[in-house]
């Protein structure tokens, strides 16, 4: 089956550091990869949507200068959290879907703690 | 936007029992997803739904799309220890490739 790298798996960092997650599509080209944020016993959130070559689209009250987002290639896709804080921490996850009706296949997660 | 309502919130439930578990929405999704999330991990696919009425069985999964392509739900026969999680249903947004989620149903096995 379609297999989504995530790495690394979990971050502690002091605040102000800048954290780049890496989404890694391994056996198939996602022409789009999506950026989720989790908080404990709830839902996933959207965060932003990213096509290979082009600009990601941030959801409503995601700031895009806070959460870069590079989809450099068919796949690989890239989130850097800049000058990250504690309320930053979360559970970071991506996804990959292929061309057409495919579903989104998710990777393992990041576990984010900012100190 | 749309909204998939996915109950029960929760399920405590005995080794060997099986499960059951839905979603609605008010309005028509074309596709069903059916996930499931353990703890510190990713969601995993666990059956896709294309056409209105399919049935489709994943070992001791089964999941059915509703005829009105507003409903689905997701079956666990003879439920395991390992059947603790998170099941989320999802369908993409008519408007693009984005997945509206249920709430999630957390199960919980006692062996």
């Known amino acids: 089956g379609a297999v989504v790298s995530q790495h690394p798996s979990r971050v502690i960092c002091k605040s102000g550091t800048s954290v780049k997650i890496e989404c890694r599509s391994l056996d198939f080209q996602a022409t789009t990869m999506f950026w989720y944020r989790q908080f404990p016993k709830q839902s996933l959130m959207l965060m932003a949507t990213s096509n290979e070559g082009s600009k990601a689209t941030y959801e409503q009250g995601v700031e895009k200068d806070k959460f870069l987002i590079n989809h450099a290639s068919l796949t690989l896709s890239t989130l850097t959290v800049t000058s990250a804080h504690p309320e930053d921490s979360s559970f970071y996850i991506c996804?990959?879907?292929?061309?057409?009706?495919?579903?989104?296949?998710f990777g393992d997660g990041t576990r984010l703690s900012i100190l | 936007g749309q909204q998939l309502n996915q109950s029960p919130q929760s399920m405590f439930i005995q080794e060997g029992e099986d499960v059951s578990m839905n979603c609605t929405s008010s309005?028509?999704?074309?596709?069903w997803l059916w996930y499931k999330q353990e703890p510190g991990e990713g969601p995993v696919l666990l059956i896709a739904l294309y056409k209105a009425g399919e049935l489709t069985s994943n070992g001791r999964l089964t999941a059915q799309f509703g005829i009105t392509r507003k409903d689905s739900f997701l079956n666990i026969s003879a439920s395991i220890p390992s059947d603790v999680g998170i099941y989320f249903c999802a369908g993409p947004e008519t408007s693009g490739s984005r997945l509206t989620f249920g709430e999630g149903t957390q199960l919980t096995v006692n062996p």
């Open positions: 309005s028509i999704f074309n596709t």
């Open positions: 996804s990959a879907r292929g061309s057409g009706d495919q579903p989104q296949h």
